[in-house]
Nanobody
Framework: QVQLVESGGGLVQAGSSLRLSCAAS???????????MGWFRQAPGKEREFVAA????????YYADSVKGRFTIARDNAKNTVYLQMNSLKPEDTAVYYC????????????????WGQGTQVTVSS
């Protein structure tokens, strides 16, 4: 079983930065070396959309075109934490951001991630 807890959301002005964190743990105590971690977001009235993903072991990453060049996904192995650094935020980035996990393989479809956090709200004012 995998547990994911997001934090770091808030209300910021357009052009600002935020860093989201996702603290990950496994009830078995085993590592995440065979996992892929993803960030998704869902704005009011819209479908959930892929934001970014990272393979825990080889650090390969993949980004949605809408955030490429502004957002960076990274992980801290010692802390079992995944980060989403968000720069140059825009009002259209406003959404609830979710951390997700799956066993190996970069995927952009949310249904392919069996583990999810509770989400953290990001609001960007113009």
């Amino acid at each position: 079983q995998v547990q994911l807890v997001e934090s770091g959301g808030g209300l910021v002005q357009a052009g600002s930065s935020l860093r989201l964190s996702c603290a990950a743990s496994r009830s078995s105590g085993r590592t995440f070396s065979s996992y892929t971690m993803g960030w998704f977001r869902q704005a009011p009235g819209k479908e959930r959309e892929f934001v970014a993903a990272i393979n825990w072991s080889d650090l390969n990453t993949y980004y949605a075109d809408s955030v490429k060049g502004r957002f960076t996904i990274a992980r801290d192995n010692a802390k079992n934490t995944v980060y989403l650094q968000m720069n140059s935020l825009k009002p259209e980035d406003t959404a609830v951001y979710y951390c997700a996990a799956r066993t190996w393989g970069l995927r952009i479809v949310g249904n392919e991630y069996p583990y999810w956090g509770q989400g953290t709200q990001v609001t960007v004012s113009s």
